[in-house]
Every structure is written in C-alpha cells, then in structure tokens.
DNA sequence: CCAAAAGTGTTACAAGTACACCCATGA
DNA sequence: TCATGGGTGTACTTGTAACACTTTTGG
C-alpha cells in the first residue's frame, strides 16, 4: 500500500486568501492543479515528509502546520491504493515565493474564491474544503492567524483577517476591544507606514511567551 | 510501507469509563494489552477495517466513530515500518459483550484509571491519551456523551457521565438546568426503575432527529 | 474638502456561575 | 428515621451584541 502526504499551504494578503497549488505535468491529471506533496520514506515520519517535499516542490518553509485527516477511498489515485495524510499549514507572506500569476509556473498562489472543483486533480478539491473548515474554526480559539500575518501588524489588519477567513464581516469596535483584552497582543507604539490614507494604525506583534504564561493561567484565546 | 488501523473504543458503567483492549497471544508485546485494529485490505477504506476488526476481535458494533490521528513515527513497530489511523469510538453499555474479568480472556473492558503505559504495547499508551483529550473536548460541543449510555437515562445519570469524563464535578443544577434547555433530550414520563433509593428520576432520551433540527437553526449543543 | 482608514464607549440583554434547601424512598 | 438520590430557584457577575461619531491624512 502506498502512503503519501499532502499539504494545503494556506497564504494571506490584502484581504485574499489563498492556496499553494502545483500544476501538475505529468498523468494522471495533467496540468491540472494539484496540492504539493509525495510519499513518504522509510526514514521520516509524515510530518517531516510534508516539510520535506514543501521545500523541495516550493521552497516554502511553513510557519504552522498541523494533521487534518488521512484519506483512504479505495480508488483515490487511478494509479493504485494510495493513501494520503492530509496537513494543513500556514504561511507569512513575507515568505511567500515569487508569485509568477503572469506566466504558466510550476507554483502558484491561487485565491480560495477561484477555485473550482474540476480544475483541481484527485480528491484535492475535498481535501482543501477540509482544511477551510478546520481553519475556520480553530482561528477563533487558537492563536494561528497570527502566522498568516506579517510580524507586526495594525488591529485593523488583523480584523481583515478574520472577516476574510471566516468569511462574514465581523463587528470592528467589538473584535478590537476583544484584541486589546489580549496581554499578548502587545502595541510597539510604531504605527504602520504603508497605509495610504487616513490615520496610521499602530502596529502590533504577538508574543508567544506571553501567551504561553497566560494559557498557563487559563487565559484563553478567543476572536 | 504497512498500514493499520487502531481503535479506542471507550465504554461507561457506573461512574467508571473503560477501553477495550486486547491480550496479545504473539510477540512482539506477548500477553500485553493492545488496542483492536489491524491491516488495511486493498479493497477497503480505513474505517471499514475500523468497523471489520472489531467485529472480528472483539463482537463490539460501535454507535460513534470517528478519526483521530495518524501516527507515523519511523519506529514504532518493531517488526518494520508501519504507520497507524487511529479512530476512537463510543459504545452504549447495553453492547457490551460479556465482560470476563476474572480469567485472561483475549477482550477486556478496562478502567482507564488503572491504566499503566508499561502493559500496554506499541505506542498504545500515547494513542489512548490522544484519544481521552479528544473525548474530553468533543464531549461539551457534540452530543457524543449519549453513545455512552443506555438510550432511556435519567439527567443525574448524564450528568455522573460528563463529571466522569471531563475528570472533575461538574454543578448538578446547572448541569441540568443546561440540559433541560436542550428541547431534542426529551423527557419521557417514565421513572427509572432501576434506582435504588430516593426519588425515581425521570427518563430522558437523545431525540437526533430534533438535534439536527435544532443545529439548522443555530442551536448549538453545550454541556 | 472629501474620501478612506483608525480609533473609541455605552447600554441592553443574555448567559454563566455560585450557592442551599426540600422531598421521596427504601433500608 | 436516616441516608441517599432527585429535584428545584435566585441573585450576582460576566460576557456578548448592537450601535455612531470623531479624528487624521493624502489626494
């Protein structure tokens, strides 16, 4: 039986968010698009697979990544039983690769509104749904959204985030007032450069030691 | 590469919640517990062989079932490379099969309390403890918890379960204030016989088609 | 001077939490 | 008659949700 694993490398930027795909440029599923992955060695867990092959298919080092689920359906792959062990990850956007829209590469970013069901090879298309899903919820009760930012960034930037992720506008003062709560999330008393209009924002940074000691006080995390 | 499946099956009886292991008859970890499970077959998915094995080693049909994690570590089976899908599973005590804990029958239901890591085989022991940390979260936002027990049960019952699981006492009258709020557990006008003294409490019973009734309206489960 | 982004407070309502006493029954 | 289990209500605190206006700045 063969074992492989797949990872769905989530990217954000300026409200879009998106998905790491590979076009493919062998059959089965020629050119169409396809998560990054491969199978796993003898010598590595499938966590280590998954960085492994990131690198190696994107050059992209991941900032989160977590199991989501191992697919099993009989005839999965037409070449023969395969199954995969799906993770899921997410990305700064200052690592993102070169983003070559323009031209028919290898990689590419592809936002999470274009997709489309038949465009994408083998379970793949099930496979991300999934993995929305997971993120949806745990981006509220976990800290992870943060990977999807730069390091510092302005509430306001953060409350785009998670309207975009979640997928419905949430309520501005009310999610801010709920950031600041947050010890952890701690105002640098800089303020954001690249806005191009109106005040600028202070930008902000998560800091994972504060926030390790405030879970150990059963502070939790919640947006 | 090998791949097999592993099940926690977890079982509830009078304030004590069990799982059911195996007494392995061959080496390697001869006449150590292990949990149910075995080889993936090439014309099966990974939860068909959940369902098979369990059939076949121990007679227990499972009322919930679900994934948990797949554990690759390079060597956690001694005979070679072999990665493991771990599921967890409910059982209504009603299935229990005959429970023979007095002689070294091949299936026993045990009390997870008295659980030790060195009588159990392969990476078991860290297979279990995943699967307690899953049931303890998914017990408050899911109606799991009612797998556990018989189908008619009194709202003390229900709430010794939870006390029981989640690992410390939970307010009774808020507890059933909570769950009297819930209109698909559903009070049935019918006195538990079975109580030994005081007041013969009320049944209830899970109603799953309100459940689901309820979700579509954005009622959520809570406990 | 106007459009766009950032920042800020209050109030009403709902939910959660803490807490104590009475009743029925069988031994 | 008493020990055990079942049943119930209130007050307090906290959290959530709804909601609008002012300031700054670049074009």
Redesign the interface.
Known sequence: ???TVDAVVFGYVEGVLNVLLIKRKYDPFKSMLALPGGY?L??????ETVIRELKEETNVDVDYLE?L??F???DRDPRG?T?T?AYYALVNPSKFTIVANSDADAVEWVALTSLKKNNLAFDHFGIIEYAITRLRIKIRYEPIGFDLLPKDFTLSQLHRLYSTVIGFEIDRRNFIKQAKKMDFIVGLKKYDSNSKRGVKGELHRFDEKKYQKAKKNGINFWL
């Open positions: 039986m063969k074992v796993i003898e010598t590595e867990r499938a966590r199991q689920y191992t099993s359906k009989v039983r199954i062990i």
